[in-house]
């Protein structure tokens, strides 16, 4: 058997059993299926300019690879489990040209602290940078088209995360169970968080979601324990089933009067003694939320409030506006 093998541009086989594997030299466009496989003496990858795609597994399981170089002169996809379980990797260089990161790319690489993503980026797929333990922080840029399901879950020191402006979205269970993830600042351009997007961010205090945001989906919220204050501002519509269940230091939620649905379990179930001060922004929410609440089976663990100026405390205050606004007259 050939200890390398190229054909088509294509390098699809790598037996030298050598720690480093300079590429540099070599004219292929791809890295095949499983080239590179459980390779357990690679520790270095140096890239050719060339590149374009690294394939499915082509590097899984390369137990001591720990630096990668994409020395590359154009936008590069990885497949899925591309760099699957490489434990020690720790250095992606020129990953800021990764176009696509497939589904499982970088599972459990769990001393892989961060990875800058640049412009050329269109696509994360399904956990594909699940059980990352160590990677610490990140910048998803708009750019970014599609987010598979959970991404980013288990990503324990996961602290910051800094969602650019103009993204437009967010992945299903993206960060389930980032327990170190702070709040981040959500951007105007999302519409929507997803099911379970950030169930279990223990981390979590005091959130507030803008006025873009429409719908919550099943879970969004779920068993994040320390989250003790939600404001949502007016345009949310939809606060899907079990959203903030779990959710147990969880003192008070500000709901406006655009929210039109509120699903099963929202905000647990039975009676508690403890009650969630659930806060309407108009007297005419105050019996609309109640009956929303009473559906979903929540309405034994809150106490709906008003929260805000009665009527007759608007209409006072626009009379005087018009009164300050009408032009005076002297004879």
């Known amino acids: 058997m050939k200890q390398v093998k190229i054909r088509r541009w294509q390098l699809l086989r790598w037996r030298r059993h050598r720690e480093v594997a300079d590429l540099r030299g070599e004219e292929i466009v791809a890295v095949g299926k499983r080239a590179f496989t459980d390779q357990a003496e690679l520790e270095e990858v140096l890239f050719p300019p060339t590149l374009s795609a690294v394939k499915t597994a082509a590097f899984a399981g390369c137990a001591h690879l720990h630096r990668v170089v994409f020395d590359v002169q154009n936008a590069v996809g990885l497949a899925a489990n591309a760099f699957a ?196 922004d108009n007297e005419y929410m105050l019996k609309k939320l109640r009956r929303m609440l009473l559906l979903c089976g929540s309405l034994g663990r809150v106490s709906v409030e008003f929260d805000g100026k009665t009527l007759a405390e608007r209409r006072r205050e626009r009379h005087r506006r018009s009164l300050d606004s009408a032009p005076t007259h002297i004879s």
């Open 85 to 280: 379980d490489c434990g020690y990797l720790r250095e992606v260089t020129g990953s800021e040209l990764l176009s696509v990161i497939g589904a499982g790319a970088f599972a459990r690489c769990r001393n892989l602290r961060a990875l800058p993503l640049g412009r050329d980026l269109r696509r994360i797929d399904t956990g594909a940078f699940a059980g990352c333990s160590s990677l610490e922080e990140l910048k998803i840029p708009s750019c970014v088209e599609t987010i598979g399901e959970g991404a980013f879950a288990d990503c324990c020191e996961l602290s910051h995360v800094d969602l650019e402006e103009g993204l437009t979205v967010l992945g299903v269970g993206m960060f389930r169970r980032a327990i170190a993830l702070a709040v981040p600042a959500l951007p105007e351009t999302i519409r929507e968080i997803p099911s379970e997007c950030f169930r279990g961010c223990s981390a979590f205090d005091v959130l507030r979601l803008p006025g873009s945001i429409r719908a919550l989906g099943s879970g969004a919220f779920r068993d994040c324990r320390r989250l003790t204050e939600v404001t949502a501002e007016l345009g949310l519509a939809d606060v899907g089933a079990f959203a903030f269940l779990g959710c147990r230091d969880l003192a008070v939620v500000r709901l406006p009067h655009s929210v039109k649905k509120i699903g099963f379990g929202a905000f647990g179930f039975g009676w508690s003694r403890k009650k969630i001060r659930v806060l309407a």
